[in-house]
């Protein structure tokens, strides 16, 4: 019998330190888990802020997406209308030299081949319609200029 009780002495001694082993292999995964838990519920947290945040973010996107074509377009509005003042400007220079070509001029020339010059034509069509002046006058303007 001494036999049989060394035998169950040994197995419970083995039996013991088999269950202090998974006792504290249990203790340790417990400790896992509730770090896990505790890391899994400021994930879930984290992702909650983002998903508040989110639409916001979503919203200023647009705002600046719709800000930043509004710009562009008031920036082509811009270029154009300054390109028109631009081809104005040019225009009113092209005009200003041709009269300053003619004044400079010392002898005017009214007529060519019995006809009057363009520019005569044109000073007659610019003095009607841009100055006003009625077509009984235009004659007498015409010889007082000359």
Avoid: W
């Avoid at 400007?89 to 081949?113: A, G, M, S, W």
């Amino acid at each position: 019998m001494n036999k049989k009780l060394k035998r169950r002495d040994d197995t419970i001694s083995t039996l013991k330190i088999k269950l202090s082993e998974v006792q504290e292999e249990n203790v340790e995964l417990k400790e896992n888990i509730e770090r896990e838990i505790h890391s899994n519920e400021s994930l879930q947290n984290e992702r909650i802020n983002y998903q508040k945040t989110l639409p916001k973010l979503r919203r200023q996107s647009k705002n600046l997406k719709e800000n930043s074509t509004s710009l562009k377009d008031k920036d082509e509005e811009e270029v154009c209308s300054k390109e028109k003042i631009i081809l104005k400007k040019e225009n009113q220079i092209k005009h200003l030299k041709i009269t300053q070509l003619l004044v400079e001029q010392k002898i005017i020339q009214t007529f060519c081949d019995g006809k009057y010059t363009n520019e005569e034509r044109a000073c007659c069509i610019a003095l009607l319609t841009e100055c006003h002046v009625s077509m009984n006058k235009l004659s007498d303007i015409i010889e007082t200029v000359l």
